[in-house]
């Protein structure tokens, strides 16, 4: 059974920091590109950042610099740094893999404000 399990969301004001968390089970984490994307109100869910298998990141570019994610195979997590957040980044964040492409996780709230 696949799961995608986000968590670390909350209320951070413009410039904080947070860091989010997706553990993943049921599939083959190691081989898989994992991702993390985001759904504000009222818009489209968006791509944020990615990385492959062999450890190779790509993010948005309204997010680089700012950003960074990393995995760690032994324990099937995907960590997402967060820093220097801004109001635009708002929204709910889930993890997603291209591997199990019909599952995403309940996703977890991020709210940039002061």
């Known amino acids: 059974q696949v799961q995608l399990v986000e968590s670390g969301g909350g209320l951070v004001q413009p410039g904080g920091s947070l860091r989010l968390s997706c553990v993943a089970s049921?599939?083959?984490?190691?081989?898989?590109?994992m991702q993390w994307y985001r759904q504000a109100p009222e818009k489209q869910r968006e791509w944020v950042a990615s990385?492959?298998?062999?450890?190779?990141?790509y993010y948005l570019d309204s997010v680089k610099g700012r950003f960074t994610i990393s995995r760690d195979n032994a324990k099937n997590t995907v960590p997402l740094q967060m820093n220097n957040l801004k109001p635009e980044d708002t929204a709910v964040y889930s993890c997603?893999?291209?591997?199990?492409?019909?599952?995403w996780g309940q996703g977890t709230q991020v709210t940039v404000s002061s």
């Open positions: 997603y893999t291209v591997c199990r492409p019909n599952y």
């Open positions: 049921g599939f083959t984490f190691s081989a898989c590109t």
């Open positions: 990385i492959t298998f062999n450890n190779k990141a």
